[in-house]
């Protein structure tokens, strides 16, 4: 499984390089092999470096260190999620155990952040969900309602206000979450990095080849070498499925986002000089937008079901043409040319948009499958599946536990069928929000 990344993400190519990059060339064995090195992974080394202090610890990733999805989403720390189907007081109640995650997401990476001294460009900005058809309106006050019924500070606005706040007059209503949190998420994990323990060795570009278990012992190829260890721990997220690990419990989806330049004086004035902000849709296929601390607009409106290992230039160039379009719909003013970036980035999904988390056998374990809220989500994961992997529990484990279960998915070429379908059906819905 060899994943190439382009190499044009806007988050990333702020930051200066990376050196001293540590590859697999021979045969190790470890007390704990972690593998993959984003939100999750990072915080299971670093939760288990911290606890298990006389054990060797190994992280592999298959590429770069936390430079896959971790570092190429849109920066949400979320506390509310719209799209989650709470038509029932069976999914209300689902939908309060999600939000317990959600919160304890953000309490995990606030104590990061507090414990390691990290800039992230952290702003408890909120966050709005918002649509230029005024019919949608009915679905953001019976969302309101519940937020509001679960005491979620909540505030609807309509065009006059919205183009004010946001510089737009695009958006006619948006319902403003005041729990929302806006970061740069290439910042954050690349401090998660930093903060790793010393009993952590993390190897990149190693690409776990297979994997089995053997005499209670964890066999595995790694860039052609032998790794043996007595626990594993799965926090490759949207490549599970690709290293048979909860197959048919999850799938990854291809989205690809665009980042302009810095906004000059004139441009930014055009605009009505607006705080930062950031923008979900309404409907499940419409754009996220999202302005940045440094004067730069965030546009991501494209998501498919490709393979996740590889998006090619001509598909970036060829996407890169609706985030221009939306865009121009947005911000008339801004010129042609302005965008800087354009990168590809994968996300898993479930079919009832549930996580992953489990103890899948003796000595394995896995986390992931965040559906769009892995910063979090990812972290607060990462540091209780290290937990469960040293045979300790919380009462945090037991709050996940507690969520609904991933339901089991089709097998293919079904499931592909209906994923491909919906993409399609839910795209004509948000045609006009692209």
Request: hydrophobic share 35%; proline share 3%.
């Given at each position: 499984?060899?994943?190439?990344?382009?190499?044009?993400?806007?988050?990333?190519?702020?930051?200066?390089?990376?050196?001293?990059?540590?590859?697999?060339q021979e045969d190790?064995?470890?007390?704990?092999?972690?593998?993959?090195?984003?939100?999750?992974?990072?915080?299971?080394?670093?939760?288990?470096?911290?606890?298990?202090?006389?054990?060797?610890?190994?992280?592999?990733?298959?590429?770069?260190?936390?430079?896959?999805?971790?570092?190429?989403?849109?920066?949400?720390?979320?506390?509310?999620?719209?799209?989650?189907?709470?038509?029932?007081?069976?999914?209300?109640?689902?939908?309060?155990?999600?939000?317990?995650?959600?919160?304890?997401?953000?309490?995990?990476?606030?104590?990061?952040?507090?414990?390691?001294?990290?800039?992230?460009?952290?702003?408890?900005?909120?966050?709005?969900?918002?649509?230029?058809?005024?019919?949608?309106?009915?679905?953001?006050?019976?969302?309101?309602?519940?937020?509001?019924?679960?005491?979620?500070?909540?505030?609807?606005?309509?065009?006059?206000?919205?183009?004010?706040?946001?510089?737009?007059?695009?958006?006619?209503?948006?319902?403003?979450?005041?729990?929302?949190?806006?970061?740069?998420?290439?910042?954050?994990?690349?401090?998660?990095?930093?903060?790793?323990?010393?009993?952590?060795?993390?190897?990149?570009?190693?690409?776990?080849?297979?994997?089995?278990?053997?005499?209670?012992?964890?066999?595995?190829?790694i860039n052609r070498?032998?790794?043996?260890?007595?626990?594993?721990?799965?926090?490759?997220?949207?490549?599970?499925?690709?290293?048979?690990?909860?197959?048919?419990?999850?799938?990854?989806?291809?989205?690809?986002?665009?980042?302009?330049?810095?906004?000059?004086?004139?441009?930014?004035?055009?605009?009505?000089?607006?705080?930062?902000?950031?923008?979900?849709?309404?409907?499940?296929?419409?754009?996220?937008?999202?302005?940045?601390?440094?004067?730069?607009?965030?546009i991501r409106n494209?998501?498919?079901?490709?393979?996740?290992?590889?998006?090619?230039?001509?598909?970036?160039?060829?996407?890169?043409?609706?985030?221009?379009?939306?865009?121009?719909?947005?911000?008339?003013?801004?010129?042609?040319?302005?965008?800087?970036?354009?990168?590809?980035?994968?996300?898993?999904?479930?079919?009832?948009?549930?996580?992953?988390?489990?103890?899948?056998?003796?000595?394995?374990?896995?986390?992931?499958?965040?559906?769009?809220?892995?910063?979090?989500?990812?972290?607060?994961?990462?540091?209780?599946?290290?937990?469960?992997?040293?045979?300790?529990?919380?009462?945090?484990?037991?709050?996940?536990?507690?969520?609904?279960?991933?339901?089991?998915?089709?097998?293919?070429?079904?499931?592909?069928?209906?994923?491909?379908?919906?993409?399609?059906?839910?795209?004509?819905?948000?045609?006009?929000?692209?």
């Open positions: 499984m060899k994943i190439v990344n382009d190499t044009n993400c806007g988050w990333l190519n702020q930051l200066p390089k990376r050196k001293n990059i540590n590859v697999v190790l064995k470890c007390d704990y092999l972690i593998v993959g090195a984003g939100f999750t992974g990072l915080s299971a080394a670093r939760q288990l470096g911290k606890t298990k202090k006389n054990k060797k610890i190994i992280v592999v990733d298959a590429q770069l260190a936390g430079e896959g999805a971790s570092s190429r989403n849109s920066g949400y720390l979320v506390d509310t999620t719209l799209n989650d189907g709470f038509t029932s007081n069976k999914d209300y109640q689902d939908y309060i155990k999600k939000i317990k995650i959600y919160k304890q997401g953000i309490n995990s990476v606030k104590n990061f952040i507090k414990e390691h001294q990290v800039d992230c460009d952290w702003n408890e900005c909120g966050k709005y969900f918002a649509s230029s058809r005024l019919d949608d309106e009915i679905k953001i006050k019976e969302f309101s309602e519940l937020l509001s019924k679960l005491n979620h500070k909540n505030e609807i606005f309509y065009q006059n206000d919205l183009i004010k706040k946001i510089g737009t007059k695009f958006y006619k209503v948006a319902l403003y979450t005041y729990g929302g949190i806006l970061i740069n998420p290439a910042k954050l994990v690349r401090s998660m990095i930093k903060a790793l323990p010393q009993n952590v060795n993390i190897y990149e570009n190693s690409t776990l080849i297979k994997w089995s278990k053997q005499n209670g012992k964890i066999y595995t190829e070498y032998n790794l043996i260890a007595d626990k594993i721990i799965f926090c490759s997220n949207g490549f599970l499925n690709s290293l048979d690990v909860k197959k048919r419990y999850n799938f990854p989806l291809t989205l690809t986002a665009s980042m302009t330049r810095q906004l000059n004086k004139k441009e930014f004035e055009s605009i009505g000089q607006p705080k930062e902000w950031g923008i979900l849709p309404v409907r499940p296929m419409g754009a996220t937008v999202r302005m940045t601390k440094d004067k730069r607009i965030l494209t998501v498919e079901n490709k393979k996740p290992y590889f998006m090619n230039k001509n598909d970036l160039i060829n996407n890169l043409k609706y985030h221009k379009e939306g865009l121009k719909k947005r911000f008339p003013s801004l010129p042609e040319d302005i965008i800087e970036n354009t990168w590809s980035g994968i996300v898993c999904r479930s079919g009832n948009g549930s996580q992953i988390f489990e103890k899948v056998d003796d000595n394995i374990y896995v986390a992931g499958c965040y559906n769009g809220s892995g910063i979090g989500v990812g972290t607060f994961f990462g540091e209780q599946i290290a937990l469960m992997a040293s045979n300790q529990q919380s009462d945090l484990i037991k709050t996940i536990e507690d969520r609904i279960k991933p339901n089991r998915l089709p097998p293919q070429p079904f499931l592909n069928i209906g994923i491909n379908t919906r993409l399609f059906y839910e795209r004509l819905k948000a045609n006009s929000e692209i």
